[in-house]
């Protein structure tokens, strides 16, 4: 703060300056933990003068701090019953000299109304110092400084301000009855993929909830600003989207044949956000800039995984050196090389095929497998599929669940209807699993609308069928900012080539999480050989 006073009162004022920053960075610190919101609260300098001593007011009238003030002064965090408190301003944390200024701007903040989410790519909030003089700044969390490279702070704001529009009109359109029909059916497993929507439908369920809860008018509208800021990408779509569509079939009164036959229609996989028709020549060149501008040309070259670079959920163990029981003394005599005869208790015993869910598979077995066996029957249809993942390891991501922080440029494609064993060189008989992996989507962090599948990684199998064409991109799994120009995306993927076939080592058995299953394994453990029927997940 720049001052050239010496009167008693202002030397006091002075001397607290440093604590009263500190106070400003400590509840900065301790609000902005769980994301920020801006306010339509009025200029708040004025305030902050209005309420020092008037003797001092000159000496504290500073341009660097009046637009730190009034350009970070209003924002706030909300608390989940829609409440806000301010991000800077808290009477009780600061010297007593400041109080009266920072209560004044406590309240204003307070009483205002949220209008956006707040993000920002700077450092530094504000200018610490000129010279030799201190002023009002923040440094924020490094978390917190917006990093992007699809899109700026302001667009990302102006992003979630539409974001919020939607979601209103959405809102407005459905009733919580709806949107209750749409998650019983949906929860049901009587719809087509119905995953894909599901996760959607029940944070919409909650949301209704929660504001219905919630008698305010204001209050609901800062419970919704919370929901847009922190929903999964595209849940804020929902006219647009395939549970618009539901909840529309469902208003109208569809009887439940016809809700299902519509919506297993739209949600086919050679249908669902996949482009009929071929890109037009101005959608080739808006995807041209939006690739230049995000840097993305090397992220469209993809290869197929190895087994080696999988983040994997279980893989074969070496098995452990029998024990000879009837051995005496040391193992070093003239009989060391002899071998005892074996009771008949300790011999193998074939015990008949034990029927279970995965769930109890993965909790009672899996742990002490030392080897697992797929038995691959001749002419039957699997959902067998491939891994793959970026060529470059430094090509920016583009896949819903990769990011900046945690790198996972992995995703897996199989056939609409399975295929056959053979195509992917598969012959009958039980086929060793060289690990066991979650769908690339669920590695790190759960995505509720992409399936919790497992992959049974299989010795030498590979796509024999793809190995000439199509590079895997579906635009149901890229980043958003790619929805516009899906179109290019599809065509250049139909027409790419998969790099990486010799290497390829990540395919195997999809097995769904959805529905019965059929998969006969065995598995041998320090006990020997067991074999089990995979009727169901859980």
């Known amino acids: 703060m720049a001052t050239q006073s010496t009167t008693a009162v202002f030397d006091g004022a002075k ?64 608390d989940n019953d829609g409440s806000t408190h301010s991000a800077l301003w808290h009477k009780q944390s600061v010297p007593a000299f400041f109080q009266a200024s920072v209560a004044a701007m406590q309240q204003a903040v307070e009483q205002a109304s949220v209008t956006g989410v707040f993000v920002s790519s700077l450092e530094v909030y504000g200018k610490p110092h000129t010279g030799h003089w201190r002023h009002m700044a923040l440094t924020p969390a490094k978390k917190m400084i917006w990093q992007s490279l699809f899109m700026n702070a302001g667009q990302y704001r102006a992003k979630k301000l539409e974001e919020f529009k939607m979601l209103s009109r959405a809102l407005n359109e459905f009733s919580a009855a709806t949107v209750d029909t749409a998650v019983r059916l949906l929860r049901s497993d009587k719809l087509y993929r119905s995953e894909k929507v599901l996760g959607v439908a029940e944070w919409l369920k909650d949301l209704y909830a929660t ?30 989207s395939m549970i618009g569509s539901l909840l529309e079939d469902i208003e109208l009164g ?21 482009p009929q028709t071929a890109p037009s020549a101005g959608n080739i060149q808006q995807a041209e800039k939006i690739i230049e501008q995000l840097k993305a040309k090397k992220a469209l070259e993809r290869r197929y995984a190895r087994l080696d670079e999988l983040k994997l959920f279980w893989q074969p163990k070496a098995k452990p050196l029998a024990k000879n029981s009837k051995t005496l003394g040391t193992n070093t005599g003239v009989f060391a090389d002899l071998v005892a005869k074996q009771s008949t208790a300790s011999q193998a015993l074939e015990l008949p095929t034990e029927t279970m869910t995965w769930e109890k598979f993965q909790r009672k077995v899996l742990p002490n497998a030392l080897k697992i ?38 995703s897996v494609y199989l056939y609409h209807g399975g295929s056959e064993p053979s195509h992917w060189g598969l012959k009958t008989g039980f086929v060793e699993v060289t690990g066991l992996c979650k769908n690339p989507p ?11 599948g497992m992959i049974f990684i299989l010795s030498k199998a590979r796509d024999l069928a793809r190995q000439t064409a199509g590079l895997a991109l579906f635009p ?3 980043k958003s900012e790619f929805h516009p120009i899906r179109k290019t995306i599809e065509a250049f993927s139909k027409q790419g080539k998969l790099q990486g076939f010799e290497e390829s080592s990540a395919c195997g058995l999809f097995m769904n999480s959805n529905g019965a299953l059929n998969h006969r394994l065995r598995v041998t453990t320090e006990l020997g050989a067991q074999e089990y029927l995979l009727d169901r997940w859980d």
Not at 442 to 452: P, V
């Open 254 to 274: 569809f009887e439940y044949e016809e809700i299902r036959a519509r919506f297993a229609e739209k949600m086919h996989p050679l249908q669902y956000q996949r």
């Open 211 to 240: 504001l219905n809860h919630t008698p305010n008018i204001k209050l609901k509208t800062h419970q919704q600003w919370l929901a847009v800021a922190k929903a999964p990408e595209g849940f804020c779509h929902v006219r647009s």
């Open 373 to 410: 066996e797929l038995l691959i029957k001749n002419k039957q249809r699997l959902e067998l599929c491939a891994l793959t993942t970026a060529v470059h390891a430094d090509a920016p991501p583009i896949l819903q669940w990769d990011h900046l922080e945690q790198r996972n440029p992995f």
């Open 15 to 78: 001397n607290r300056y440093p604590d009263f920053l500190h106070a400003i960075q400590t509840t900065f610190k301790n609000s902005s933990k769980d994301g920020l919101f801006t306010t339509d609260a009025p200029e708040l300098w004025h305030l902050f003068l209005k309420h020092l001593p008037e003797e001092v007011r000159q000496e504290y009238t500073c341009s660097a701090c009046r637009h730190f003030v009034n350009h970070f002064g209003s924002l706030v965090r909300i």
């Open 476 to 478: 149901e799994t890229l």
């Open 442 to 452: 669920h590695w790190y962090k759960d995505l509720s609308h992409h399936h919790k």
